[in-house]
């Protein structure tokens, strides 16, 4: 959505932040926030994606105050069914739409203050103990050790580097079944670039983090919504996968002896009008 482009190395406020790091050491999951009762401890590591932990020091953009609309018009069509589990979930407003709506509804986000803000909400609303919130990295979910029928990512699959991008869908393995859900609203390759904000994300990539064990059951065109004042279209895909009965496996190469070569083999004409697939909308 419309957070601002992620900090340079250099920036002062964020460098004063970080814990002094001896050089090149390898990255190890810092230990998480206190285990909520009853559940697992989550790790997070707060060098990534740091933005966010200033965000909700104020009302970041993104947070309106309700569940955005294109996730309560999935919920209207029947598209969300069963336990739901909502990453990167803010200040849980769509958690609490969930759990209002009578589903078993967790959300986990690795800003602590949003979290709190969550149980606020919930407090506020009536609806203490009715949702589950924990403080985690989403890109450490399987340490959950269960599984959810349908996940919600609204807003962070756009927040990742490529290389995060399959550390994601790994971790959205480890917390679904075969039949469950992941609905993902990330910030759209449509969207104009001048103003910043996340990585644009385009239908061809939401679909190739999936390749494997995912099929792809709608990428539809949507908008975020932002608070008043933010000049932004925010131009959205809503991608829906269902996880696959039999994961896709990676078929290994056969492997073929060296046979000496008795002829060059001239390489056939590449055919004429070669056909150009577009990704389906
Ligand atoms: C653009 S905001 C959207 C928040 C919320 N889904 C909403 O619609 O209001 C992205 C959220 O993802 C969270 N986030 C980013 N990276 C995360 C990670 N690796 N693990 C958990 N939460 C993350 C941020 O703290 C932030 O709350």
């Not at 482009?5 to 206190?34: F, H, I, L, T």
């Not at 993104?62 to 589990?85: C, T, Y």
């Not at 340490?143 to 994601?168: A, I, M």
């Not at 009965?245 to 060059?264: F, L, S």
Request: hydrophobic residues 40%; glycine residues 8%; neutral net charge.
């Amino acid at each position: 959505m419309v957070e601002p482009r992620e900090p340079k190395e250099k920036d002062g406020d964020d460098e004063r932040r970080k814990p002094a790091r001896k050089a090149k050491s390898p990255k190890v999951a810092k230990p998480g926030p206190k285990a909520e009762p009853g559940h697992p401890r989550l790790p997070v590591r707060r060098e990534r994606n740091s933005l966010f932990f200033d965000a909700y020091d104020g009302t970041p953009p993104w947070d309106i105050g309700r569940a955005q609309p294109a996730f309560v018009e999935l919920a209207n069509m029947g598209q969300i069914e069963g336990s739901v589990l909502d990453l990167g979930c803010g200040t849980g407003d769509l958690v609490l739409e969930m759990a209002e709506e009578g589903h078993e509804a967790w959300g986990v986000d690795f800003v602590p203050r949003a979290i709190d803000q969550a149980k606020v909400k919930a407090r506020l609303r009536g609806m203490e103990g009715e949702a589950t919130f924990l403080v985690g990295d989403a890109l450490e979910v399987e340490h959950l050790n269960r599984t959810f029928d349908t996940v919600l990512d609204c807003g962070l699959f756009h927040t990742f580097s490529d290389p995060e991008r399959e550390l994601y869908e790994q971790q959205l393995r480890a917390v679904t079944h075969p039949g469950s859900r992941v609905h993902i609203m990330a910030m759209s390759d449509w969207e104009d670039d001048s103003w910043g904000g996340p990585r644009r994300v385009t239908q061809a990539e939401l679909m190739d983090t999936f390749r494997d064990g995912w099929r792809v059951e709608d990428i539809v065109e949507a908008r975020f919504l932002v608070l008043p004042g933010y000049n932004v279209r925010a131009h959205a895909w809503l991608a829906s996968f269902v996880r696959e009965a039999a994961p896709g496996r990676k078929v290994a190469r056969k492997a073929v002896p060296n046979k000496p070569i008795k002829k060059a083999v001239k390489a056939a004409p590449a055919p004429k009008g070669g056909k150009v697939v577009e990704a389906a909308a």
